[in-house]
């Protein structure tokens, strides 16, 4: 169907669905004409007005949400915190994998001297940041895969929870990372002001400190090797780390 | 004075808005109408969204401002204003009016009234909206301003009360003498078609970006420019009716 047959077609619905909605209002309302008098009109609007004050009286009491809204001073807190990441990360410094981020660890066992490892990012947009590390406490024929993330934040929200972790398995002596597919996550957000308005004046823009921070870097896979292994990057999308 | 009553100016606008504010009430029903299937419509998707999207992550924040609610009842209260200039009110005029003044002044007096209903209703509206969104989506229910601001508060009626008096200008430029209605039609028409023909000369960033009082201020001197200008012309008007 072209857009046009599309938007015709919702177009007769709407108006037909308007008519069916004018006909039974016309209905009803001859049939209630002489229920609403003025009295119980006037107690209708009270009431109704009555039951939004209960709404915020209820919302203002007990309304709590679970997902906190960063404040400016903890925005900036998190930002010193994770702001050297990409310059040990340049400097191929493993330093900025401290065990607090780090969220999952595979264990795989592997044949040989040689552990191949296939990306699969899945689409366009992801990209998986992989890096390759040596430590001596692993035996041979062993690798570590550890998956940290670091806090990811967008609108003054920790998404960094929300974020898939990657699909990591072994199979025919190949480790395969795969990136998830596609994940959506709603939020709803209570704004008492008029929108349109906070929108459009300038003070949110002359800010001069963002709400809204995502690092590209905010996820890290380590490949942990014994020494003396090496990895096969045909792809070379792996980096290495001291 | 036609009234065979000897009553004062002052008494005879206290009834008529007494009389007036009784008999319309009916017209505050249809903005609860209104509000209710508005607010049921946008249940799920608020006034606004947001969308970000990095990797494999979307993230979407359906936001719930006022602005639905207040531009539903901005555009009550300007039909509102027209239907009290409408001959099917006039009819219902109590019988003690000598004269389309003191009729004109006990509409505007009525429709300020009902604008400070209104926004209660447009209040109440709202935060029955977001109690409902609470239980339902407890998990991604973010809030970041629960309680309205009594500046906002103040443009919101302000706000009503201007498109009310707009509409009850456009009501009564109809109804006086031939050379303002074709004045209105001049200024109607241009009011159309300029901002067609000339899109760039209609900015309104400026009045955005005044504080919030301001705006209000701002809005309460064109409305009283339009009430005045209201009772001018019914001052002008044939007193009898046709």
Redo the contacts between chains.
Sequence with gaps: MTNATVLLLSLLITILLLTLVFFIVRKVSNKTKNF?T?KR??I??TA??A???F??L???LF?????Q?LSKSELKKIEKNIEPIQKYDQEYNSSFLTDNYKKKTWEFDFLGGTLPVTINN??E???LNIRHLYNDNIPAGKAIVSYYQFP?I??G?D?SD???LPNVYMSQNQLWIE????????????????????????EDFDDDYPS?I?YLSSNFIVIETPNGTDIEDSQGVIQYLR | MQSLTNMSFKTIIKKQVKWKA?LY??A??SL?ILQVIFGALLFSS???S?G????????????????TF?FITVFWAFITAILFTTKAYRMDDLSIISSRTSSAIANILVLILYSF?AV??M??????Q??G??LM?????????????PS?FI??ICSICLFSAIGLLFGYCFQGPSIIKIASIVLLAIGIISPIIFPESVNL?PF??LP?LMLSGFYIIVSILCFTLCIWIADKSEVSRK
């Design positions: 609403w003025l009109l006037s209708g609007i109704y007005i039951v939004g004050l709404a915020l209820y919302l203002s309304a709590n949400s679970s997902i809204v899945g689409n947009d992801s990209s990811a967008i609108d929200i998404i929300k974020i898939p990136a998830l597919s596609r994940h959506e996550v709603n939020y709803h957000r209570i704004k008492a002001s008029i929108g349109i308005l906070d929108f459009n004046r300038e809204s995502f | 009784k009430s009916s505050l029903s609860i608020g006034s606004g947001s970000h999207g990095r990797g494999n992550l979307n993230v979407q924040f359906s936001i719930y401002s006022l602005d207040l209903f209660l209703i209040l109440a509206s709202y935060y029955i977001i109690l969104l609470m989506e407890k998990d991604t229910f973010i809030i970041d301003k629960l309680l309205i601001s906002i443009l919101c960033q955005i970006q919030d």
